[in-house]
């Protein structure tokens, strides 16, 4: 009898699911996503309605193979990924590649990984959703058309090797227009005032000032500006009378607010733990996949995390009421069930985030859980019940109270029902601020006053969370790609972090205004909102994903061909003169980030490091003189200067770009430098192309290589020959050592990507005797040491290397 087949997006998912089900069916991962547009080309044909080239993900064969050999097996294929686009977009690939050996395949969906859920997805299987397939392969065609054809022009006027990006290239415009903001800010100075008065009745009470001369008070608009002022005031005070203007008390009630979405549960995790976008999102994901409880087995404790509709199932509506009127009583409930309202361009395809079972406390699982993925389920929990509960109740007194010139004010609060606060442990936190009996008419005694200098701040950077907000109001991206925009951000060195606030880098800044001025649609906010509204329209069946694409490319592409003539070869030159030439600097972009370089080279290639002050002027960075080594260098006679690599100290000859000599060294107990010797290489032949001895060297990476000893006169090299020839049937080549840039050896092909075949262990010209395979290698685990093996997967041949050579 043959099974059914369920193809989950997670390897995570697998083992909380399986326990579900019975023997009927059987559980298998994609491992995320199996095809993708080609990484070396374009693969999307414009001429033909933007029709897309997919092919397997380098990586994947032996996934689509297993895959497709259980669908091959099974009655019916279930496709399981994430109830999203990206997740529709998976199962649609997968489909794609089953349906020649099992064109019997359904689309099920659920929003929490429980019994109950996956049974009832099972029951109510559906085709897969074409248009939501669409709308994520509209927005992949449109990223890549993007990517591909502007990054080429910010290649040759920016940096080679950079790129540029639909929605984050908006991000960084927004971080960038920030700064701006920040640097075109001047300070305003102004003086604070407060007041300690004391009536009648005990206790003092300390006031702000609240108005000045009829108008209010604030930093920047209308205050105290400077200190004859100030000074002025307080003597008017010191001599005037305070008397009570009015009291005015009155009960306030504050609501709880929804539960988690996407974006306010990046917000708040970035606020009150500290956790970067992509942080919360992982831990999210494990908490979503299932996580070991102990006796209970792998469990998943909350819904799907990318959603951005506040909606809530009736079953877990009960399930909250259940525990609130247990846990904290009926004052606690409210009289009716809390419905909250989804915002307009929401997906309403899956619920808010929230607890699957809702009676699994946060102190229930805390044994069990890392510290991270406990406080974000308390954090989840807290605001889930929150959301069901009673409203707080609080009195609020304000006092207003008149002197000489001016108004002051003073709020007091005191809760008197704390509802759904008791959830958020927040009840005990709320302080009190009372004040005492006052009446209108009562003359205050003035006991203290304060003032202090102090000047307006600019506009502040974005953290997080503000950043996810702002892009969430103004419809840039969706909630699964806020982490993703961030992340990209960072990873190409357009901003870095400084106190967990976005500063954009001089690059960002190079970027983003050379996007500005000849890609205007593509950087306008309102452009890029509209972009993600139509794509929505595309999910919802509304329009056609290849006139969305028409559409876009009759002003993108005119854009992009007068770009390519239009756009200049970036080079901010500054007011810096080179102290060696005379010249101006200006910014230039290297490996390790921004610099001064003289406008002269490379006839002068002086450099400077530099920093912007608040005003945005720049500041050069003077070196530290370097330490005296007191090695000289034996090539040119010049003195050796402690450097800096990725891997570590060098020393490098001071004479550097012209004598690029270097070497290792070590400092001996009192500190003194001890010029490291390296090996004499190994000769091994003869250079065939300038009769020079062959040396065998090795690689920085570790693997060997052959090359000639008259370097760099002679630029002959090959690499490292195991002698065995390569076992593809066809090949000439044979395999060769080489390393990745982790430093693991591998041995591959030599006539590679002619012929990609490589094994991880050095092989051995022998043929196997269980599979017939051409060679077999010499590899070491824990449990059998060092033996011989057959590198054919499936084979499982072995055999022990004692006596061989």
């Known amino acids: 009898m043959s099974k059914d087949l369920i193809i989950v997006e997670s390897p995570a998912k697998v083992k909380t699911i399986s326990k579900f089900l019975g023997k009927n069916y059987i559980v298998d991962a994609s491992v995320g996503h199996v095809r993708d547009l080609p990484t070396r080309d374009l693969g999307v044909d414009e001429e033909n309605n933007f029709a897309p080239r997919y092919e397997v993900i380098q990586g994947k064969e032996d996934v689509v193979k297993r895959l497709r050999s259980a669908a091959k097996k099974a009655d019916t294929v279930f496709l399981a990924?994430?109830?999203?686009?990206?997740?529709?977009?998976?199962?649609?690939?997968?489909?794609?590649?089953?349906?020649?050996?099992?064109?019997?395949?359904?689309?099920?969906?659920?929003?929490?990984?429980?019994?109950?859920?996956?049974?009832?997805?099972?029951?109510?299987?559906?085709?897969?959703?074409?248009?939501?397939?669409?709308?994520?392969?509209?927005?992949?065609?449109?990223?890549?058309?993007?990517?591909?054809?502007?990054?080429?022009?910010?290649?040759?006027?920016?940096?080679?090797?950079?790129?540029?990006?639909?929605?984050?290239?908006?991000?960084?415009?927004?971080?960038?227009?920030?700064?701006?903001?920040?640097?075109?800010?001047?300070?305003?100075?102004y003086w604070p005032f407060k007041v300690l008065?004391?009536?009648?009745?005990?206790?003092?009470?300390?006031?702000?000032?609240?108005?000045?001369?009829?108008?209010?008070?604030?930093?920047?608009?209308?205050?105290?500006?400077?200190?004859?002022?100030?000074?002025?005031?307080?003597?008017?005070?010191?001599?005037?009378?305070?008397?009570?203007?009015?009291?005015?008390?009155?009960?306030?009630?504050?609501?709880?607010?929804?539960?988690?979405?996407?974006?306010?549960?990046?917000?708040?995790?970035?606020?009150?733990?500290?956790?970067?976008?992509?942080?919360?999102?992982?831990?999210?994901?494990?908490?979503?996949?299932?996580?070991?409880?102990?006796?209970?087995?792998?469990?998943?404790?909350?819904?799907?995390?990318?959603?951005?509709?506040?909606?809530?199932?009736?079953?877990?509506?009960?399930?909250?009421?259940?525990?609130?009127?247990?846990?904290?009583?009926?004052?606690?409930?409210?009289?009716?069930?809390?419905?909250?309202?989804?915002?307009?361009?929401?997906?309403?395809?899956?619920?808010?985030?929230?607890?699957?079972?809702?009676?699994?406390?946060?102190?229930?699982?805390?044994?069990?859980?890392?510290?991270?993925?406990?406080?974000?389920?308390r954090l989840i929990w807290q605001r889930f019940v929150a959301s069901q509960m009673a409203v707080a109740t609080f009195w609020d007194t304000t006092v207003l109270v008149s002197a000489p010139e001016t108004i002051w004010r003073a709020k007091g609060e005191r809760l008197l029902f704390p509802g759904f606060l008791a959830a958020m442990d927040k009840a005990k936190a709320e302080d009190d601020t009372e004040l005492p009996k006052l009446a209108q008419g009562d003359v205050l005694q003035l006991?203290?006053?304060?003032?202090?200098?102090?000047?307006?701040?600019?506009?502040?950077?974005?953290?997080?969370?503000?950043?996810?907000?702002?892009?969430?109001?103004?419809?840039?991206?969706?909630?699964?790609?806020?982490?993703?925009?961030?992340?990209?951000?960072?990873?190409?060195?357009?901003?870095?972090?400084?106190?967990?606030?976005f500063v954009p880098t001089e690059l960002g800044f190079t970027v983003s205004d050379q996007l500005s001025e000849h890609f205007q649609a593509l950087m306008d906010v309102g452009f890029t909102a509209q972009m993600e509204s139509l794509l929505d329209d595309v999910a919802d069946g509304k329009k056609d994903w290849e006139d969305l694409l028409k559409a876009f490319g009759d002003d993108f592409y005119p854009t992009l061909e007068k770009a390519r003539t239009e756009m200049a070869r970036s080079q901010q030159v500054t007011d810096i003169t080179c102290e060696n030439c005379g010249k101006p600097m200006a910014i230039k972009f290297g490996r390790?980030?921004?610099?001064?370089?003289?406008?002269?080279?490379?006839?002068?290639?002086?450099?400077?490091?530099?920093?912007?002050?608040?005003?945005?002027?720049?500041?050069?960075?003077e070196r530290e003189k370097p330490e005296d080594t007191g090695v000289k260098c034996e090539k040119c006679g010049r003195p050796m200067a402690i450097k800096q690599s990725r891997r570590g100290e060098f020393l490098g000859c001071t004479g550097y770009p012209d004598c690029k000599s270097i070497v290792n060294f070590t400092r001996d107990a009192d500190g003194v430098i001890q010029v490291v010797e390296s090996e004499k290489p190994e000769v091994v032949g003869t250079c065939p192309e300038c009769g020079g001895e062959l040396l065998l060297k090795k690689a920085r990476t570790g693997s060997r290589f052959?090359?000639?000893?008259?370097?760099?006169?002679?630029?002959?090299?090959?690499?490292?020959?195991?002698?065995?020839?390569?076992?593809?049937?066809?090949?000439?080549?044979?395999?060769?050592?080489?390393?990745?840039?982790?430093?693991?050896?591998?041995?591959?092909?030599?006539?590679?990507?002619?012929?990609?075949?490589?094994?991880?262990?050095?092989?051995?010209?022998?043929?196997?005797?269980?599979?017939?395979?051409?060679?077999?290698?010499?590899?070491?685990?824990?449990?059998?040491?060092?033996?011989?093996?057959?590198?054919?997967?499936?084979?499982?041949?072995?055999?022990?290397l004692e006596g061989e050579e």
């Open 706 to 800: 052959i090359a000639c000893s008259n370097y760099p006169d002679c630029t002959y090299a090959a690499p490292f020959s195991t002698g065995v020839p390569c076992p593809k049937e066809g090949c000439e080549g044979e395999l060769v050592e080489k390393s990745s840039r982790r430093g693991k050896l591998f041995y591959s092909c030599s006539t590679y990507p002619k012929c990609d075949y490589a094994v991880w262990n050095w092989p051995i010209a022998e043929e196997c005797p269980k599979c017939k395979h051409p060679i077999l290698t010499r590899k070491t685990t824990k449990d059998k040491g060092e033996h011989i093996a057959c590198p054919k997967k499936g084979c499982g041949y072995t055999r022990p």
């Open 447 to 501: 006991n203290e006053l304060k003032k202090e200098q102090k000047f307006t701040q600019p506009p502040p950077r974005f953290s997080e969370a503000s950043l996810v907000k702002t892009l969430e109001e103004l419809g840039i991206g969706r909630p699964s790609t806020y982490a993703a925009i961030i992340s990209t951000l960072l990873d190409r060195e357009y901003a870095r972090q400084e106190e967990k606030r």
């Open 197 to 377: 008065l004391e009536g009648g009745n005990p206790p003092p009470f300390w006031m702000d000032l609240h108005k000045l001369s009829g108008k209010a008070v604030k930093p920047g608009v209308n205050h105290v500006g400077n200190q004859e002022q100030a000074e002025s005031l307080q003597q008017a005070l010191e001599t005037g009378e305070f008397v009570v203007d009015s009291v005015v008390e009155k009960q306030r009630k504050r609501n709880p607010l929804p539960p988690y979405i996407t974006s306010t549960l990046q917000q708040d995790a970035n606020r009150r733990m500290g956790y970067s976008a992509k942080r919360t999102m992982s831990i999210a994901q494990r908490l979503y996949e299932g996580v070991e409880l102990g006796k209970q087995g792998t469990t998943a404790l909350i819904t799907y995390m990318r959603t951005d509709s506040v909606r809530i199932a009736k079953d877990a509506q009960d399930a909250a009421k259940k525990l609130i009127l247990e846990r904290f009583g009926a004052d606690y409930y409210p009289p009716k069930t809390r419905h909250f309202k989804t915002k307009g361009s929401a997906q309403d395809a899956h619920e808010a985030i929230r607890p699957v079972d809702v009676s699994v406390t946060p102190d229930d699982v805390k044994s069990y859980l890392p510290s991270e993925q406990h406080k974000l389920y």
């Open 81 to 189: 990924p994430d109830p999203d686009r990206e997740g529709e977009a998976i199962a649609w690939h997968v489909a794609e590649l089953l349906k020649p050996v099992n064109d019997n395949i359904r689309r099920i969906q659920f929003n929490e990984i429980t019994s109950r859920a996956v049974k009832e997805a099972l029951e109510n299987a559906q085709e897969l959703n074409e248009d939501l397939f669409d709308s994520q392969q509209a927005r992949r065609i449109l990223d890549r058309l993007v990517g591909y054809k502007i990054s080429p022009i910010l290649w040759k006027n920016v940096k080679r090797g950079i790129s540029a990006g639909r929605v984050q290239s908006v991000a960084l415009k927004i971080l960038v227009e920030r700064e701006k903001e920040r640097r075109a800010f001047r300070a305003d100075e």
């Open 592 to 621: 390790t980030g921004e610099f001064l370089g003289c406008t002269g080279f490379p006839s002068c290639r002086t450099i400077k490091n530099f920093t912007r002050d608040e005003q945005g002027a720049i500041q050069v960075v």
